[in-house]
């Protein structure tokens, strides 16, 4: 299965190693995980804000939600959801309701979770709903050291 161009040419274009893992179709980055047999604190999720000059990603593990009151005060700004229309026009390479974790690969800023600061490995959409990109956690650290790091989310108990 191959993932989204655009992550691809980001992923090559910085020298970054990566696996592609299949798994069957799934509706979340929960379900995901489990149907992938990893931890869902070791996959990252992408979910797209709107901020008062543009689109924000925030990138936080699958076990997670956005605490969009905790983020917006790290902003000094108000912060709201982006629809799934506004996310599949910039994730156009995507299936709708894929939202990689890779900013720069779309030409977003970004905020990370703390909880991903770890140094294991890594997984993300790959652009559709049945491919996960695998990173050892040395290089999503390296993709993600320009990006500021915050506490923004909490644990999801559902």
Same mark, same amino acid.
């Given at each position: ?6 992550? %691809? %040419? ?40 709107? %901020? ?24 000094? %700004? ?81």
């Amino acid at each position: 299965m191959a993932i989204a161009i655009s992550l %691809q %040419q980001y992923l090559e274009g910085h020298g970054v190693d990566y696996d592609v893992v299949t798994h069957m179709p799934t509706h979340s980055s929960r379900e995901t995980a489990r149907a992938s047999l990893i931890p869902e604190d070791r996959l990252a999720k992408g979910v797209l804000l709107r %901020q008062d000059d543009g689109y924000l990603l925030a990138i936080v593990p699958a076990s997670y939600r956005v605490e969009l009151d905790e983020l917006s005060k790290f902003l000094g %700004q108000p912060i709201v959801l982006a629809s799934e229309i506004e996310a599949s026009a910039i994730f156009g390479d995507c299936a709708l309701g894929s939202v990689p974790p890779l900013a720069g690969a779309y030409d977003l800023t970004a905020v990370l979770d703390k909880n991903l600061e770890s140094p294991g490995d890594v997984y993300f959409e790959g652009g559709d709903h049945r491919s996960l990109v695998h990173l050892a956690g040395g290089d999503f650290q390296r993709l993600m050291h320009d990006i500021p790091h915050a506490a923004i989310a909490a644990r999801n108990n559902r």
